[in-house]
Nanobody
C-alpha cells in the first residue's frame, strides 16, 4: 500500500504564494512520476504539474511561469510552489503518484485565493 499526505493549503490573497507538500509512504519500490491535480467546484479534475523520477516536468498552460514542481527523491516528497496566485486557482489540490503502474491519490488540500 501507498499513502500520500498533502499539506500546505489555505487561504491566500490574490498575488500571494503558497507551498504545497506531499509525502509518500508505504511500499514505494518502483515509484515513478509524482504530481498535482486540482478540482474546482463543478469542474473536472485537471493536471497542474507532474515530475518524473528523472526530474522531467510538465505543467498546465494556466500555471506555467507561476508554479514550480520539485521533488525530494530520498524523502519521496513532492512540492508545489505556487506564486502569483489568482482567484481561478481556487480548488482542492490532490497529490498523485505512480508506483509500479498503479496510480495513488492523496485526500486533497484546499487552496482558496480571495481578498
Amino acid at each position: 500500500q501507498v499513502q500520500l499526505v498533502e499539506s500546505g493549503g489555505g487561504l491566500v490573497q490574490p498575488a500571494g504564494s503558497l507551498r504545497l507538500s506531499c509525502a509518500a509512504s508505504g511500499s514505494l519500490t518502483g515509484i515513478n512520476a509524482m504530481g498535482w491535480h486540482r478540482q474546482a467546484p463543478g469542474q473536472s479534475r485537471e493536471l497542474v504539474a507532474h515530475i518524473t523520477s528523472g526530474g522531467s516536468t510538465n505543467y498546465a498552460d494556466s500555471v506555467k511561469g507561476r508554479f514550480t514542481i520539485s521533488r525530494d527523491g530520498p524523502k519521496n516528497t513532492v512540492y508545489l510552489q505556487m506564486n502569483s496566485l489568482k482567484p481561478e486557482d481556487t480548488a482542492v489540490y490532490y497529490c498523485n503518484a505512480n508506483v509500479r503502474g498503479w496510480a495513488y491519490w492523496g485526500q486533497g488540500t484546499q487552496v482558496t485565493v480571495s481578498s
